[in-house]
Antibody
């Protein structure tokens, strides 16, 4: 069963860049035609889709975050990553990486990482 | 892009059925059959319960069902059980090739 695991700093200073990595295990990130995505949940708020990347490198972004977010994929390490620049307190959230149930589709995430809590504070 | 509109909360008694609505526009919910529903227990990762409007992933109870009419999608949970108490989110693919989540609905089993 494919598994995802987020990693990165739990605390980031305002105006700095948040960098997160999702490691894929028990499966290859490049052997199948799936999108890989990042979703977050700020405290007390709902889920927010951030970005998704196809195994070939094609990307899609939430328009509200597009200017600050970069999603990338490293097939040699079986990982994909998220960089979010110029963070503020409003970027404090639990960040999840996930993969959809159906290949070639953006939506319908059925495999999720456990989530990583990121706090933006000085 | 604005979040899809869901009721903030719904409630029901064990054994009853409840329905949660998810309203968007013709650019998202109404324009594509790519609506998903998630069950989210606090502290855990969300669980996909419906994809492509009315399909259940393998292993999901048939007490969960989805439908769509115009710009509004719906999730129905029949035979309510205490473990169904959770937050529920809808999501939809959009015309801009992005994804949009609903604001979430808190389900209370009385």
């Amino acid at each position: 069963q494919l598994q995802l695991q987020e990693s990165g700093p739990g605390l980031v200073k305002p105006s700095e860049t948040l960098s997160l990595t999702c490691t894929v295990s028990d499966g290859s990130i490049s052997s199948s035609t799936y999108y890989w995505g990042w979703i977050r949940q700020p405290p007390g708020k709902g889920l927010e889709w951030i970005a998704s990347i196809y195994f070939s490198g094609s990307t899609h972004y939430n328009p509200s975050l597009k200017s600050r977010a970069t999603i990338s994929i490293d097939t040699s390490k079986n990982q994909f990553s998220l960089n979010l620049t110029s963070v503020t307190a409003s970027d404090t959230a639990v960040y999840y990486c996930a993969r959809p149930y159906v290949s070639v589709q953006l939506d319908g995430f059925d495999i999720w990482g456990q989530g990583i809590r990121v706090t933006v504070s000085s | 892009q604005s979040a899809l509109t869901q009721p903030a909360s719904v409630s029901g008694s064990p054994g009853q059925s409840i329905t949660i609505s998810c309203t968007g526009t013709s650019s998202d919910v109404g324009g594509y059959n790519y609506v998903s529903w998630y069950q989210h227990h606090p502290g855990k990762a969300p669980k996909l319960i419906i994809y492509d409007v009315n399909n259940r992933p393998s292993g999901v109870s048939n007490r969960f069902s989805g439908s769509k009419s115009g710009n509004t999608a719906s999730l129905t949970i029949s035979g309510l059980q205490s473990e169904d108490e959770a937050d529920y989110y809808c999501s939809s693919y959009t015309r801009s090739s992005t994804l949009l989540f609903g604001g979430g609905t808190e389900l209370t089993v009385l």
